[in-house]
């Protein structure tokens, strides 16, 4: 069955912006929330936190949800 099986490929639009110091969504590049927006649709779920570091200050609550 497995052989059957064809990928989907999606080329999405990539961002050389650095993410250091992003703290909000609307300090976010717009390559990147093109990116969400694709993963909440493709997902039919809510991103709620974003990660752009190992640290605890480089998690952002997009959602508001804490």
Known sequence: MLSEVKPVYQTLPGWKESLTGVKTKATMPKALLGYLD??????????????????????IDIQKAF
């Open 38 to 59: 694709f993963i909440e649709r493709y997902t039919e779920a809510k991103i709620n936190l974003v990660s752009t570091g190992a640290g605890r200050e480089a998690v």
